[in-house]
Each structure stands twice: as structure tokens, then as C-alpha cells.
């Protein structure tokens, strides 16, 4: 366990490559061990949880090659997984436990996943109760919807879903089972979640199509798959993970910041859409379309901020960016208003309390409520003791909160950044 010591500071300069996108790493791992054919994958996020899906992979049979410029999978085909040896490691990573439940789902043999207190504590019958009306046996072992799961084999039919959340990873699970299934599987979300899942199927060779409907719910359908094929995958940059240099770029006096290669989907890219409704100074340069997945560059200069309200349809494309966006809001100028975020209290921490908690004890005025919080603007944040709680986005947020706080700030168990950015606090001493 380590603490780290964030002293504030002016002046951030410089240009940051952004590691790679943790979603689209985790995906490309999983199709290319179901591919037949090798998947070269470049820009790979070797985070801890991208690496619990390798290892995951490389106990049912594949061989995953790891070197510092790419990772390549020799995929089996969707049918070349082998029965593990012992329970699958899925570590801290949410994403893992539950995209791999639909694929297990599909296999002809048993496997266990579990992970650490965290993982086994965060609810899982979202992606339960759908896998199992397409026939999938899966059971909770401690009887209370969490992990470990026990899969055993079972014949999955197509179904027709409405999904109470808009989740990327109850999409993700149901249309990973659905390769497998004996007819077309479709699932509606109330609103349109990160669509990744989708445009890499359809790069392997699957058939997929995803809409949004007049009334603005959003359905995917995916036909069964007989193979899948290798592709060659350069992971854009993760804008969840460039979220923090952007909001240190706006909020930290003298400022400007190139951030590169960041991933700018649509239905990833609401922080920025909320930066310009703050009044943020970002200019995007360099865009590009690389396999479906749109990227650029973005320039940021420091900017007076004012307060905003944030809801509906725009909350699932900033869900994991909401503690950054409540620190920036405790900056700016006014209130902001963040509702329809209940899906904040089954993260990694329930980041409603743990954003409180941190903001408070930084002399923000922030109030929770039952779907996110309220946050009136426009006081001096003071240095102050943050408790990650191992929460990576709570650690890397009050981080940034503190380089213009008034004192030293620390943050306890700062090596929780490790799950999704190891390289965080490097690259923040060479922005000063």
C-alpha cells in the first residue's frame, strides 16, 4: 500500500500520450481468442484488469503473446476454448466478469470465475437474469448475485431483451452469448451505452446492426456466428484516462496541454461534451477514423468554468468520468447538477459517498442524493487526507484536485491506479 503527496502547482505544459482504451482492450482480447486466426493488437492497456482477461484466456487454452510494441492472440475459433484448471482470476475488472459470462455461457464445460473482495461484492444478476432466459446456467455461490459464478454448459436460444440500465456490459454479455445462440438476439437499453462490443464484431466478421429508436431507447441484434476472423487492432487512446489531463488542463492557472490519441466515440465522449458546457477552452486537431473508432488529438488551456446540469442519455457516455466532472464543478463558477447516476453506486466504491466524502474533506460544498449530486461552485479546495478506498477514478481525480488546492494533499492506496493507468502519476511530474 502507498500513499502519494500532491503538492499544488501552476503551469501544466507538454504533450501526453494517452495509454489505450481499457473497453476496447478488454474486447480485443476476448474476439481474438474466439477468432480463428491470429489478432494483432497495438496500443494495448497493460492495466490490471486488461491483464485479468489475458490470464483469464490463457488458462482455457490460448496462447497470447505479449511484447512491449503489441499483443498477439492465436485465436482457436469459437469453439477452441478449453475447460480451465482451477477458478479464473478476474481480479478487480467488472468488465471481465461479465462480458466473459456470456461467452462461458456457451461452452461445453464448467468454469468458476472469481475475483478479489471487491469484484465479488459488485451485483452481477444485471447479466444473470438475461443469460439465464437464453438457458444459460449460471449460479451465484454465495447465493447473492455476486461472484464467484459458476457456469456450467447449457444451449442458449435468442431472445429479445429490454435492459432496465443502459450498460455497456449487460449489452456486451447478452450479444457475446448471442454468437452462440440458436436464432437472432436483440437487447434495448433506455438510452444508448458505449457501443465498442459492436463495431469490433462487426470488424471479426459477425453480423450486427444497432440503432437508436424515435423515442430514444437503443436496441442492438446480433445473428448466431459461425466464425469469427484475426484482425489487426490499434487501440485508440482511453478518454476516461485522458479525462484527468484534460480537467488538469482547465483547472490548473497558466495552463495548456496537448493531450494525443484519444478516442472521441460518441457514445464515450460526453466529459466533452460537458467541458464545452462549462465554457472549457478544448480544440480537437488531428481526427481521424481508425476502425471504426473515431480519435484525436485535443488541446486544452486553462479556462473559468461555470456550473452545468448533467442527465438522462448524456450519463451513460461519462459514467466512469463523474468523480473528475465533480471536482471540476467544485472549481467552476455556480451549481452543478448531476442526476439519473444511481448506476455510481455499484462502481469499484459508491462513488456518490466516496466523491462526497472526498470533496468535503477538501471544503467543497457538495450534497449527494439518491442518482448523483449537488455541487455548488466557487470555493478554495484545501489540501486534505483522501481515502482511495482502492478506487482508481477516486484516486486519480482527487490527484488532480490538488494540484490547485491551497496546501498538500494525499491520497492514501494512490496504487489503485494501477487497474486502469500504472503510468498516471509519472506522467503528471512530467507535466509541472
Do not use: W
Amino acid at each position: 500500500m502507498s500513499d502519494r503527496i500532491i503538492c499544488p502547482c501552476k503551469g501544466l505544459h507538454g504533450e501526453i500520450m494517452i495509454p489505450g482504451d481499457k473497453s476496447i482492450s478488454h474486447r480485443s482480447i476476448m474476439l481474438g481468442a474466439l477468432a480463428l486466426g491470429t489478432t494483432e493488437i497495438t496500443n494495448f492497456l497493460e492495466g490490471a484488469d486488461c491483464l485479468s482477461t489475458i490470464g483469464c484466456f490463457q488458462s482455457m487454452g490460448i496462447q497470447i503473446d505479449r511484447t512491449p510494441e503489441k499483443i498477439i492472440v492465436h485465436g482457436k475459433g469459437m469453439h477452441g476454448l478449453a475447460a480451465p484448471k482451477d477458478i479464473l482470476n478476474v481480479g478487480n475488472s467488472g468488465t471481465t466478469t461479465r462480458l466473459m459470462s456470456g461467452i462461458l455461457s456457451a461452452q461445453d464445460f464448467t468454469s468458476v470465475m472469481s475475483g478479489d473482495a471487491s469484484l465479488n461484492s459488485r451485483p452481477m444478476g444485471r447479466v444473470i437474469t438475461p443469460l439465464t432466459q437464453m438457458g444459460a446456467h449460471i449460479t451465484s455461490v454465495n447465493g447473492n448475485l455476486c461472484a464467484p459464478l459458476k457456469i456450467e454448459p447449457g444451449t442458449l436460444h435468442g431472445i429479445d431483451y429490454t435492459s432496465p440500465v443502459a450498460s455497456a456490459q449487460v449489452k456486451s454479455a447478452i450479444l457475446l452469448a448471442g454468437l452462440y445462440a440458436d436464432g437472432e438476439t436483440s437487447v434495448t437499453e433506455p438510452a444508448l451505452s458505449r457501443n465498442h462490443t459492436e463495431l469490433m464484431l462487426k470488424s471479426f466478421g459477425a453480423d450486427v446492426t444497432s440503432t437508436v429508436n424515435p423515442d430514444g431507447t437503443a436496441t442492438a441484434h446480433v445473428k448466431p456466428c459461425q466464425e469469427l476472423y484475426g484482425q489487426s487492432i490499434c487501440v485508440p487512446g482511453d478518454i476516461s484516462s485522458a479525462a484527468y489531463f484534460i480537467a488538469a488542463g482547465l483547472l490548473t492557472l497558466d495552463s495548456e496541454l496537448l493531450v494525443k490519441n484519444v478516442g472521441i466515440n460518441k457514445t464515450r465522449a460526453g466529459f466533452l461534451e460537458v467541458c464545452r458546457n462549462m465554457g472549457a477552452d478544448i480544440t480537437l486537431v488531428n481526427e481521424s477514423l481508425e476502425g471504426g473508432e473515431p480519435r484525436a488529438d485535443i488541446l486544452v488551456r486553462t479556462s473559468k468554468l461555470h456550473g452545468t446540469t448533467i442527465e438522462g442519455a448524456l450519463i451513460p457516455t461519462l459514467i466512469d468520468e463523474i468523480p473528475m466532472i465533480a471536482v471540476m464543478a467544485a472549481c467552476a463558477e455556480g451549481t452543478t447538477i448531476i442526476k439519473d447516476a444511481a448506476e455510481l453506486k455499484v462502481k469499484e466504491t459508491n462513488r456518490i459517498d466516496t466523491t462526497t466524502e472526498a470533496l468535503r474533506s477538501m471544503d467543497a460544498d457538495i450534497t449527494p442524493t439518491d442518482d448523483g449530486m449537488i455541487i455548488q461552485g466557487g470555493r478554495a479546495l484545501h489540501g486534505a487526507k483522501i481515502n482511495s478506498y482502492l478506487d482508481h477514478r477516486i484516486a486519480m481525480a482527487f490527484a488532480i484536485a490538488a494540484l490547485s488546492a491551497d496546501g498538500d494533499t494525499i491520497i492514501h492506496d494512490s496504487q489503485c491506479v494501477d487497474v486502469s493507468y500504472p503510468e498516471f502519476f509519472e506522467i503528471l511530474d512530467g507535466c509541472r
